[in-house]
């Protein structure tokens, strides 16, 4: 009886993941190098199971470079949904709106998550289309 009720209590390494990431967030501030806020986020493929399920999220889960006029930001998207717990069930790909995104220009973190994207990329919901395709 201890098991089963233990195995209810089973955290997916998707929810592991999002939950620590979302914690590790509150950690960073506006002008900290990107080898200090690699450092805080993690930069290891988290990996776990769910009953003889294997599962491993990549942390961080993309990186991108976005030319913005004469602009570069270099964009490092870390998985931060705790929406669905994905536990068990077949395997879905993470979605561009269960990532968080970390802004840097020229090595240093100016800001982070969609609302600070949507007003300073302005093909923000340009990219947000293509990374649905």
């Not at 990186?63 to 964009?75: H, L, M, N």
């Not at 561009?96 to 970390?102: H, K, R």
Request: glycine share 8%; aromatic share 10%; proline share 3%.
């Amino acid at each position: 009886m201890c098991l089963a009720l233990a195995g209810c209590s089973v955290i997916s390494v998707y929810k592991k993941t999002a939950l620590e990431n979302e914690t590790n967030l509150k950690m960073l501030s506006v002008g900290m190098s990107k080898q200090e806020v690699l450092s805080i986020m993690g930069t290891e493929t988290k990996k776990g199971g769910y009953l003889d399920d294997y599962q491993s999220v990549d942390n961080p889960h993309k990186i991108e470079v976005i030319d913005v006029g004469r602009q570069t930001f270099e964009v490092v998207y870390y998985f931060t949904s705790t929406r669905d717990d994905r536990m068990g069930g077949k395997y879905e790909p993470i979605k561009f709106q269960e990532l968080t995104p970390l802004l840097f220009q020229k090595g240093k973190l100016v800001g982070w998550g969609a609302d600070f994207m949507r007003n300073n990329v302005p093909q923000y919901d340009l990219l947000r289309f293509q990374h649905l395709l």
